[in-house]
């Protein structure tokens, strides 16, 4: 949730270190520091509360803190409240080293007894600080700065991913993880660790992803990589294939509406050449299962959190509507911990956009550790989930910046409807079926476009919203889990308390509250159901209720009731959720910016949760 960048070569390190931090700034950002080794060996340690920007003004001029080694951190609040003396880097007593770190020391209280029982003063409240007394300690005895660093993390439990300097080695950064990422970004005569490729790729696209239990000790002539229990490892080299512009706002305002903007295209790119029109099916080589095998497969279990999890229900009423496979739909911080029963021929398919969710995660490893065949659908190549799954595909979204997921989901949408369609083509779906799913999907990037130009519309009615203090989403069928979604943007970006319901669970509680303060947004499609949504809304509106519709067709009937309606394009009902969902998404948007609120960083949260 943090972010670490360092750099170690012969340019002046801190302008790079703070330019890194401010494109991580997305990942946490209550307050932020560098630590730099200057030109007399010293430690030039510089911290601030707030945004990174804060951290720049407070800089003394180049000529005071110069140097070539620096590392430098973007700071998410867990143990301590955000404040100078708990931003990061940290230090020994001494202030001979200090350590960037992201992840949590769960065994820190111990070490720290143990530390201030042996008379080192601590500076911070935070869990990282016993770090850097127990390396100091280490170095103290003799030990080299890697191998203090290694005799240190054996003490730790918990999560890390470290960046430490040191002015009696002045000559290297070493960098270490366990289940949070850490990157070594190789440039010429330079180098670069950091917690993000989006904070590095403007230097260089050539990077090695550490692996848990890690160690890289980086010099300007070059670097080695070694295990926690000194076992020497190569390191893979990998290409980012990240365009840099994808990392700039270009001319949104937002990397929010402008990551909605892109949504023709990143959908496409989830379906190109994933079709196989003469056999009307989908073509997903990643998953790495035989057909027999994807035959075979009795039970799905899909597990994510936030959007990823709102992408595995709607993927979970595809499914089982196309194919006729069961799938059930869990939250990965439940799955964890509830010893879940997991049937023979179960695929167990784990979502996360970032690939580094914390609680994703560990309930990825925890269904691996029953021997069950684990898929992810990532959009971070190089991620830890997708290095550690089975099998997988990449959603192809591009990065994404904006702390609310938007490009990420109707990509991930897409690639389980492609799913779907593979599964449903090997039991009981028609070729005829899937070639109109197939060819309609195709149409979807343009229908996208269409209602990316109702923009100024749906500011209008965004504008009616702007004042209110609640929300109710209501949908029918696979448009539930839209409505889900619709409320989590417009509640984490607004801070307007929105709630999600199956318009029919409207009547068995959440119509107590409805009267003419509360909006309500509800999707209402020409589909099989679409009687029985008209009838919840006049229970609305019998209320008072301010209705808002997304519909894809008029009649008299909608039209009468809503205070405002919305009508996009028509298609099958499996592809409506790739639609629907937009105008929701649009709406967040408009009402956050209305509102003047941090639209792309919205408060207390972060773009890859690493911690539980
Ligand atoms: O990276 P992941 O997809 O695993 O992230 C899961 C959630 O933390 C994420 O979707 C979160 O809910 C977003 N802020 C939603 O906009």
């Avoid at 990509?411 to 028609?430: D, E, I």
């Avoid at 309609?440 to 519309?457: A, F």
Wanted: charged fraction near 25%; glycine fraction near 8%.
């Amino acid at each position: 949730m943090c972010g670490i960048v360092g750099y170690i070569g012969h340019r002046n390190a801190i302008p790079i270190v703070i330019e890194g931090i401010k494109r991580l700034e997305y990942r946490g950002y209550d307050s932020s520091g560098v630590a730099v080794i200057g030109s007399e060996n010293t430690l030039g340690l510089f911290r601030r509360q707030g945004k990174v920007i804060e951290l720049e003004r407070s800089l003394p001029a180049p000529s005071k803190s110069a140097g070539n080694v620096a590392i430098a951190h973007t700071r998410w609040a867990t143990h301590g409240e955000p404040s100078e003396r708990n931003a990061h880097p940290h230090t020994n007593c001494e202030k001979t080293l200090a350590v960037a770190h992201n992840g949590i020391i769960e065994n820190f209280k111990a070490l720290r007894d143990r530390l201030e029982a042996e008379g080192c003063v601590f500076a911070s409240e935070t869990d990282t600080e016993v770090l850097p007394h127990l390396i100091g300690f280490f170095r103290q005895k003799g030990l080299d700065l890697t191998e203090a660093v290694r005799e240190t993390l054996q003490l730790v439990d918990g999560t890390y991913g470290i960046a430490v300097v040191d002015t009696e080695q002045p000559d290297r950064i070493v960098a270490a993880r366990k289940g949070s990422p850490l990157i070594l970004g190789i440039g010429d005569d330079e180098f670069f660790v950091t917690s993000d490729v989006s904070a590095i790729i403007i230097h260089t696209k050539k990077v090695i992803y550490l692996e848990d239990r890690e160690i890289v000790t980086v010099r300007r002539d070059g670097f080695e990589i070694s295990t926690l229990d000194n076992i020497s490892v190569e390191g893979k080299v990998s290409i980012v294939e990240w365009d840099v512009s994808s990392i700039d706002k270009g001319p949104y305002k937002h990397f929010m509406l402008k990551e909605i903007f892109e949504q023709p295209e990143s959908v496409a790119n989830a379906f190109r050449g994933r079709i196989a029109d003469s056999l009307s099916t989908a073509r997903l080589g990643g998953l790495g299962l035989p057909p027999q095998e994807l035959r075979r497969i009795k039970q799905i279990q899909i597990i994510a959190c936030g959007t990823s999890w709102h992408a595995g229900l709607i993927g979970s009423y595809i499914i089982e509507d196309i194919a006729r496979v069961p799938v059930r739909v869990e939250y990965a911080g439940e799955y964890r911990y509830r010893n879940p029963i997991i049937p023979e021929d179960t695929l167990v398919l784990v979502i996360s956009q970032s690939g580094e969710t914390a609680d994703t995660l560990a309930a990825l490893r925890e269904a691996r550790a029953r021997g069950v065949r684990v898929l992810g659908l990532t959009n971070v190549v190089g991620s830890t989930i997708a290095r550690e799954t089975d099998g997988g595909v990449y959603i192809h979204a591009g990065a994404e910046i904006g702390v609310a997921s938007t490009k990420a989901f109707t990509s991930q949408v897409t690639v389980l409807t492609l799913l779907a369609v593979l599964l449903g083509r090997m039991r009981h779906l028609s070729p005829l079926e899937g070639a109109e799913i197939l060819n309609e999907l195709k149409h979807i990037p343009d229908k996208i476009q269409t209602i990316l130009d109702m923009n100024v519309e749906i500011r209008a009615i965004a504008a009616s919203m702007v004042d209110d203090r609640n929300a109710l989403y209501l949908g029918r069928g696979v448009h539930y889990p839209v409505a889900l979604e619709g409320a989590l943007k417009l509640k984490e970006i607004s801070y307007i308390h929105a709630e999600g319901y199956p318009a029919a669970e409207m009547k068995h509680g959440p119509i107590a509250l409805i009267d003419k303060e509360m909006p309500v947004v509800a999707i209402a499609m020409r589909d099989a159901l679409y009687d029985k949504i008209v009838s919840n809304l006049q229970e609305v509106k019998a209320r008072h209720g301010r209705l808002i519709t997304i519909v894809d067709g008029l009649d008299d009937q909608i039209e009468a009731l809503s205070d405002h309606t919305l009508c996009i394009p028509a298609t099958l009902p499996t592809l409506q959720p790739l639609l629907s969902v937009i105008p929701l998404q649009l709406l967040a948007y408009h009402v956050a910016d209305l509102r003047n609120m941090n639209v792309d960083q919205p408060r207390n949260l972060a773009k890859s949760v690493t911690v539980e």
